[in-house]
């Protein structure tokens, strides 16, 4: 071999040693984000009242995801990979709801379907709205929710309402979205505790 064919070829296996085919992305780590709200003053069950019943929450379609979602000024849909919710939104909202309700001091007990117990009054529905909306300044949270008196022969519609609330956004990141989110998270409880009061 001569040695412009050894250089050339020394060359070239240098060249090859600098690049590589999968280029090297830098690493971004998921964030995780609760989602838990406490009724402000837990009071305690109410003696001799009703059991309500509060059924695991439908999620409307796309709202299944964990990752954190907002819209886009053309109105399209962003889901976040990169920050999710510790669960998928609507399992989330049925825990706080069942949790806030239990604090409100309306029943006795307030129980998901597997309690065992029979209920007085069944509690059910729909998330509709979970996303943060940056071209609104806002974060939107919705819930379809029907009140039945499980007792009755048949069994009464006591309530059917949408509950929406809105809370503030102050930054356009994922730690806006998650502030803005919890705020009207909080509302939607008040609002729903509020409607089930009315109904029963």
Not at 96 to 110: C, I, N, T, Y
Request: charged share 20%; proline share 6%; aromatic share 6%.
């Amino acid at each position: 071999m001569s040695a412009l064919s050894r250089r050339l070829m020394l060359a070239g296996t240098a060249a090859l040693g600098g690049c590589s085919v999968v280029s090297r992305q830098p690493y971004v780590q998921r964030t995780i984000w609760p989602m838990t709200v406490r009724r402000p003053v837990a009071l305690p069950p109410r003696r001799g009242g009703k059991v309500l019943m509060v059924r695991e929450l439908r999620a409307a379609p796309g709202l299944d995801q964990r990752g954190i979602q907002w819209l886009g000024a053309d109105g399209s849909l962003h889901v976040d990979f990169y920050n999710q919710w510790a669960v998928p939104p609507a399992e989330g909202v049925t825990d706080d709801l069942r949790r806030w309700l239990a604090e409100s001091g309306l029943f006795a007990a307030v129980v998901g379907p597997d309690s065992g117990l029979t209920a007085d009054y069944l509690l059910e529905g729909e998330l509709t709205a979970f996303l943060g909306e940056p071209a609104k300044r806002e974060a939107r949270v919705a819930l379809a929710l029907v009140l039945i008196g499980a007792k009755a022969t048949p069994a009464k519609v006591l309530m059917q309402r949408t509950v929406e609330a809105n809370g503030r956004l102050l930054r356009s990141t994922p730690t806006g979205m998650v502030a803005g989110i919890s705020v009207a998270l909080r509302d939607i409880m008040r609002a729903s505790e509020r409607a089930v009061a009315y109904a029963i």
